[in-house]
């Protein structure tokens, strides 16, 4: 019974290096979504992809950080030249195929930018 | 845009106190509602949920009435436990949408 599984559960880059985020949803789920938790606050949207498709990108900064969601493999969030402010959280979640089921989350990557 | 605005924490209350965590939403349409528990370095576990209006969600001796009239989902427990220390998350989702939107959480510490 493997719920969401994200790794690494902790990434440390130093300034101007790439982070890669990974998420493999629930088995069977083919919606996953990703969230940021910046330090004491809550969880903000960031993208919601089905298989090969992005369907909303409406939290995502506009520069530096990509989603994918392939045919086969886990989802991917990057996040290209970091800064320390995109030190955070990551908390992927993924849903049944109505996209409208519960969203079950994963145990979140915490980046941390030097 | 739909909003979620929960009680400030930090609350800190005795074992076997009543608990009541104050959350109220702004949003078109009739969403669905949510409270998540964060424990410590965890992710996010669904505790309750209530999809219309006048549904009371329930879980683990939580409770939290979905009401639209004062546009509220109060998170009660009867009796606290050291073991609900954690930080909880009022959430909705639009009814039109998936994405969903959380509160900036309430963290709750229970003493012996």
């Known amino acids: 019974n493997a719920g969401v599984m994200q790794n690494p559960r902790h990434l440390v880059r130093r300034r101007g290096q790439e982070a890669r985020l990974r998420c493999s949803p629930v088995?069977?789920?083919?919606?996953v979504y990703w969230y940021r938790q910046l330090p004491e606050e809550g969880l903000k949207f960031m993208v919601y992809l089905q298989k090969e498709n992005i369907i909303d990108e409406s939290g995502m900064p506009k520069e530096r950080f990509s989603a994918e969601f392939p045919k086969e493999g886990p989802s991917i969030l990057r996040i290209q030249q970091v800064v320390r402010g995109d030190s955070a959280a990551y908390f992927c979640a993924s849903s049944n195929w109505t996209g409208q089921e519960t969203q079950y989350f994963g145990p979140g990557t915490r980046l941390l930018v030097l | 845009g739909d909003s979620v605005t929960q009680m400030e924490g930090p609350v800190t209350l005795s074992e076997e106190a009543f608990l009541t965590i104050n959350c109220t939403y702004t949003?078109?349409?009739?969403?669905?509602l949510f409270w998540y528990v964060q424990y410590p370095g965890e992710g996010l576990q669904l505790l309750l949920k209530a999809t219309k209006a006048d549904d009371k969600g329930s879980n683990k001796g939580f409770e939290a009435t979905y009401r639209k009239e004062t546009t509220s989902f109060h998170l009660e427990k009867g009796s606290v436990q050291v073991s609900d220390s954690a930080v909880y998350f009022c959430a909705l989702r639009g009814s039109s949408a998936s994405k969903i939107i959380f509160g900036s959480g309430t963290r709750l510490s229970i003493r012996p």
């Open positions: 088995k069977g789920h083919s919606h």
């Open positions: 949003a078109t349409g009739y969403p669905s």
